[in-house]
């Protein structure tokens, strides 16, 4: 679910959406007008003509939308929306997309689980993670230092570099939390709030380990809009 719209993927791989369409996030339009719907009040399938294949699943941001459509073994990604700060992985200078449109650079692994936040995206397959969007935050945990010195956008879509293999991914509104594949955790991105988890309430850029008990191993985590969760267990 986004702030007003909401997606859903069938067991027979189709895609409807419905809710508000003023960022055309429901990738929808009116066949006889040819223009986008301004709302849909009942859940309508996205048509199947602009995205070949078997959709796998959906995630919503704020004014966005972001799908993984499956093809073997490898996974293709559609997304449509607001792109107002890059978060469809393509220039800003393109505010919005009312028709899901592949991501064609890039193309994933399968499984593939797709996360999005407020206006930043993120993929993990085969233990990497891979973003895009908005980072004022450092929410794309991609910045090279831990000072704020870069851009607000970044809409390329790239991997998140020197992290250990991560095993499952959680996304907030503008941070993110992750179990790795020894079971630490790491968060990154806005910590106004302490959302982070590690005792400070200053945004981190780049991915830091969450301090936990020892003797403890992290084996699921969660993100709210501003706060977290992780579930521990002791080894002893």
């Known amino acids: 679910m986004g702030l007003r719209h909401t997606a859903v993927v069938t067991e027979n791989h189709e895609l409807y959406t419905c809710g508000a369409n003023n960022k055309r996030q429901l990738g929808l339009i009116n066949p006889e007008t040819m223009e986008p719907y301004t ?33 073997k073994d490898l996974c293709d990604v559609y997304v449509f929306g607001d792109n107002k700060h890059g978060q469809l992985g393509f220039s800003p ?44 935050y450092g929410q794309l945990g991609r910045s090279s230092s831990n000072v704020q010195n870069e851009t607000s956008v970044k809409e390329d879509v790239l991997r998140i570099e020197h992290i250990p293999t991560i095993v499952q991914l959680s ?41 936990i008990p020892p003797n403890f191993i992290g084996i699921l985590v969660g993100a709210g809009a ?9 080894v002893t």
């Open 39 to 71: 709302s849909a009040s009942a859940f309508t399938k996205v048509s199947e003509l602009v995205m070949q294949g078997n959709v796998e699943n959906v995630a919503c941001g704020q004014h966005h939308t972001v799908v993984t459509r499956s093809e």
């Open 93 to 136: 200078k393109t505010p919005n997309m009312q028709l899901p449109q592949s991501i064609s650079t890039s193309r994933f692994n399968m499984p593939v689980q797709i996360h999005a936040g407020w206006s930043h995206t993120n993929i993990l397959s085969n233990g990497a993670i891979f973003s895009w969007g908005r980072n004022d």
């Open 171 to 211: 996304v907030g509104s503008e941070h993110n939390i992750a179990v790795t594949g020894d079971k630490t955790i790491l968060c990154w991105g806005w910590n106004e709030h302490g959302n982070c988890g590690n005792g400070s309430t200053k945004d981190l850029l780049r991915p830091e380990f969450l301090p």
């Open 226 to 234: 501003g706060h977290s969760f992780a579930v521990i267990k002791s």
